[in-house]
T-cell receptor
């Protein structure tokens, strides 16, 4: 199994809703990431989990709350989002390739629309 | 900020080699060059990476200049399915997050 899965594929939510994005990998990777990608822009890092602990938070607003319940699962809890938060949310995990380099595997993303 | 410069777009005829350049003039000795691509509405996909030597795998070849200030990704026989945005990323040793630049939009034309 060499894939990262993300659910749901699409999500439409109102500004007062609470929803969660889910990411799963069964490759034994111990680092997992959330990226945000606005239309026609490159992905931007949001959070990094290493060995199930949050290691990097790129000054993301608190309306985004990450969670790593175990080494295979990563969640992103959403609350009181704004329309400008509409984007493709990408999850990734990384594999050590040897000699200090790593390869990241990305999921297909969740396309979020905030109305 | 991204440490690489790439042309915003390129075209390539189907079946021909696609050569995608990348400048990374401020690269440090402990930084790798990685290439990823993103096909429309999908997550980015790893292609290849290298430190100093040229590298080849089943997808592509990576040519790094001797001074390491630039590199070229070569897709030897481009197909329509290679149409994507290609990102050249410089990243230090270790498990560090990727910093994406604007990439090159490659269009393979029949």
């Amino acid at each position: 199994d060499t894939e990262v899965t993300q659910t749901p594929k699409h999500l439409v939510m109102g500004m007062t809703n609470k929803k969660s994005l889910k990411c799963e990998q069964h490759m034994g990777h111990r680092a997992m990431y959330w990226y945000k990608q606005k239309a026609k822009k490159p992905p931007e890092l949001m959070f990094v989990y290493s060995y199930e602990k949050l290691s990097i938070n790129e000054s993301v607003p608190s309306r985004f709350s990450p969670e790593c319940p175990n080494s295979s699962l990563l969640n992103l809890h959403l609350h009181a989002l704004q329309p400008e938060d509409s984007a493709l949310y990408l999850c990734a995990s990384s594999r050590y390739t040897g000699t200090g380099s790593y390869e990241q595997y990305f999921g297909p993303g969740t396309r979020l629309t905030v109305t | 900020d991204a440490k690489t410069t790439q042309p915003p777009s390129m075209d390539c005829a189907e079946g021909r080699a696609a050569n995608l350049p990348c400048n990374h003039s401020t690269i440090s000795g402990n930084e790798y060059v990685y290439w990823y691509r993103q096909i429309h509405s999908q997550g980015p996909q790893y292609i290849i990476h290298g430190l100093k030597n040229n590298e080849t795998n089943e997808m592509a070849s990576l040519i790094i200049t001797e001074d390491r200030k630039s590199s070229t990704l070569i897709l030897p026989h481009a197909t329509l399915r290679d149409t994507a945005v290609y990102y050249c990323i410089v990243s230090p040793l270790g498990n560090t997050p990727l910093v994406f630049g604007k990439g090159t939009r490659l269009s393979v034309i029949a």
